[in-house]
Structure formats: C-alpha cells, structure tokens
C-alpha cells in the first residue's frame, strides 16, 4: 500500500472530481439536522443500535469514493488515511455540538475511516493489474458478491426466536400515531391475539414458520395519516415478531427475517389504497375490514376486504431487493417502479467489480482460458442468483435481475477499456 502512483493528467482531472463530488456528498449527507436524537452513552459505542450493521456498511461506503480519488491522484496510503480520519473527526464533532438531531459515536469515525482506507485500495487494483492480480481480484469480488447473495437471501428468510410472546393491538407505540379504529378481532391460524402474554407461543412461532396468516377484523372510524400499528406480536425482550400497520392508505406487514440478527433493517411489504377514502358521518356505523398477511414459501400474501372491495397482493422478495434492508430509513416493498429501478441498480452497481477484473484478466489469456472464464463467470451467477435464494425458500432471479447482472459486467468491461485499453499489458506475475 505504500507504492505512489504516477496519475497522468487524465487521471488526475478524474481523481479531482471524485474528491470534490465525495466531499459534497459527505457533506450534505451528514451536516444536514436530523429528527432523531443523541444521547452522551452512545459517543463511545462500537456496535450501536439494533440497526447497527446498516450504520457500518453506509458510513464505509459513503467513504469510498473519497479514498479512491485520493489515490487515484497520488496520496499516499497513509496521507490518505490521515485525511480520512481527520474529515470524520470533524464531522462528528460537529454532529456532537453544532447539528440538532445527529448521534456522534466513534464507530462512525473508525467505520468512515476503514471506508477509506478500502476506497484507497479499491483506486490502487483498479488500474492495470498482473495476471496474477487480475485473476485473485476476480476471485476475491466473485467470492464478496457470492457472500452478499447470501446474506441478502438470509434477510428475507423468516427468523422467529424461541421466546415468550406478547401480543398489542391497536396501540402507540413510540412517538407514532395511534389507530384511529377498533381492532374487533385477530388471530394467527386460529390463534387469536389479545393484548399481554400468548399463552401458546410455540404453536405460534410455528404457524408462522409454516405461513400461517394474521387475519385482523377492524371498525374503522377515519385513516390514520402516519404510520400505526393494528396489531403486534413481540417476544419478551421487546423485538418484534410480526405485525400489521396502517400508513396513511396502505396496508403494512412485517416478520422477523434473518436481516434483523445482521443488525440491518427488518423488510416490510405494502400494498396501497387499502385505507383510501375511509371515513363516516358522524351518526353512521364505522366501516368493517378484514385484512390478512401471511408469509409461505418464499412469497407474502396481502388481502384486504372492504363491503364489496377486494384487494390482492403477492410479494415475492429476491436477494436483488437487499437494499432495502440497508436504506437509512422505513420503507416496504410493494412491487412499484421505482423499487425495480433501485433493485436493478443494486445488481448492477454489484457486478461492476467483478466485470472489471475479469475483463483485465481475460487480456492475459488465449482464446480457450478467456472461454472457460466467462463459463466460470455464468456458473458463478447461476449460484448467486439462483440456487443461493432457492437454499433459502426465495425465488430466484428473474430475467430483469439477469438483464442487470449481464449489465453490470459489461459496464466493468468498458471501464476496464477506458482506464487500460490503450496500455501495454502489465508482465504477467
């Protein structure tokens, strides 16, 4: 790490614009107020939260970019290092005194330095590389992204603790809205839930494990503008089990996945115009609906009946949907356009890496290694986009997840071309 690199104007001109632009980015990312607030006990945590890991993976990737144009335009490893952990010093001791609302705690200035001290290696490797470079960067990110898949598969696999439950309908919790309406009845299978302990919480953690669905009767008077919980079931340490929730006109579900032992955030689903045009005279009876939500094989179901309205929703959730569980805040997936925008970023934006290195690699090989490579490559995608959700109970990639996985290889290509098309092939090693 401590070889200099000689940038040329090019190089340098890229490199300047990336400092500038991660500087901008950190800037409005973390000076901004903020409604949450900080309390003294946290500034010294290292694992802080129940949502910690979303905190490590955003502040070193917020990071990155800035330490790989520091290199890029010829630092020093520890020059930059140094620049880093300044930078993030100041920010946090910012948030400490000057920004309302921000949590200032040294895991953040370790975690944003340690991302730039993984962007400044990321600037060094992704210029020309050996044969041999190219070809154990390639196994390195192919076997990163292949642990990705799996972790994202395991945060959309239920995951219910062996624990006492504890069962709240219609209640405020937090500083969030309270129900504006009257939860008649609830049940899980044929369990029915009632506020304080479930006397069977076994046979309900496995009816949940076999998809069992929540089927909630309530009167409603008017919609609830915020986020409220209907019903709830948590276990005795207060972590939640699943759950039923109105924001404004949709209807939200919850269970605890895999992504909750990660310490990321827990996936929710929602489907809209459940609440929609809720309301009553004052002298007329309140409005009857039955919701239900279950999660079976891989796939959640949403139902709502209103009188004569029906409404029906099927959510299947990919290990290409995994950045919602690391969005820094609430949100649920229910199949809209902008969600398949961000999903097919997300796959894409993953591969980039591996498409990079194994183009460089593949400038060192004859024509036959160069085709078993790109064999290795479809194997290797086979796996992550396929069988690794099928080991969970997820479905698999579909032909969208595959169009931006081919796509974000060819994108690590054509960098690879930019940045080493014109030079002479390093001396393989």
């Known amino acids: 790490m401590h070889e200099k690199l000689a940038p040329s104007p090019e190089t340098r001109r890229f490199a300047l614009a990336l400092v500038v632009l991660s500087l901008v980015a950190i800037a409005w990312l973390t000076l901004r107020p903020a409604h949450a607030g900080s309390s003294l006990e946290s500034h010294l945590c290292l694992v802080c939260g129940p949502e910690a890991g979303v905190d490590i993976l955003l502040n070193m990737l917020l990071f990155i970019p800035l330490g790989a144009g520091l290199r890029l335009s010829g630092l020093s490893f520890w020059k930059a290092v140094v620049i880093c952990f300044a930078l993030s010093f100041s920010i946090e001791t910012a948030q400490a005194f000057f920004v309302r609302g921000r949590a200032s705690t040294l895991s953040d200035i370790l975690t944003n330095t340690g991302g730039g001290a993984l962007g400044f290696w990321a600037g060094r490797t992704w210029l020309a590389a050996s044969r041999k470079r190219a070809a154990w960067l390639t196994a390195i990110w192919g076997a990163i992204w292949l642990l990705i898949q799996i972790a994202s598969s395991y945060s959309f696999s239920p995951s ?232 969970f109970g997820l479905s698999g990639a579909t032909l969208f997840d595959w169009i931006a996985a081919v796509c974000g290889i060819g994108l690590g290509g054509a960098l690879m071309l930019l940045f080493n098309g014109s030079k002479k092939n390093p001396a393989s090693a």
């Open 160 to 391: 219910l603790p062996v624990a006492q439950y504890y069962g709240k309908t219609a209640r405020e919790l937090g500083t969030r809205a309270m129900f504006h309406g009257r939860v008649d009845s609830a049940r899980i299978g044929t369990i029915p839930i009632r506020d304080g302990a479930l006397t069977d919480s076994r046979s309900i953690r496995q009816l949940l494990m076999d998809g069992a669905p929540i089927v909630v009767h309530v009167s409603l008077s008017e919609p609830t503008r915020n986020f409220a919980s209907i019903v709830r079931v948590a276990d005795d340490k207060g972590r939640g089990i699943a759950s039923l929730s109105e924001e404004g006109d949709r209807l939200v579900f919850s269970v605890r996945t895999g992504a909750a032992g990660l310490r990321l955030r827990e996936p929710a689903f929602g489907m809209a115009r459940v609440f929609s045009g809720v309301g009553r005279p004052a002298d007329s009876a309140a409005e009857t609906l039955v919701m239900s939500a279950r999660f079976s094989d891989g796939t959640v179901q949403l139902s709502a009946q209103n009188g004569s309205a029906h409404r029906e929703l099927e959510i299947s959730p990919r290990a290409s949907q995994a950045w919602t569980v690391l969005v820094p805040f609430h949100g649920h997936l229910e199949s809209g356009g902008m969600e398949s925008g961000a999903t097919f970023l997300w796959t894409s934006a993953l591969l980039i890496p591996l498409g990079f290195w194994a183009a460089s690699l593949a400038r060192h090989l004859e024509r036959a290694p160069a085709y078993g490579l790109v064999g290795g490559l479809a194997v290797l995608m086979a796996a992550g986009l396929t069988l690794v959700p099928a080991t």
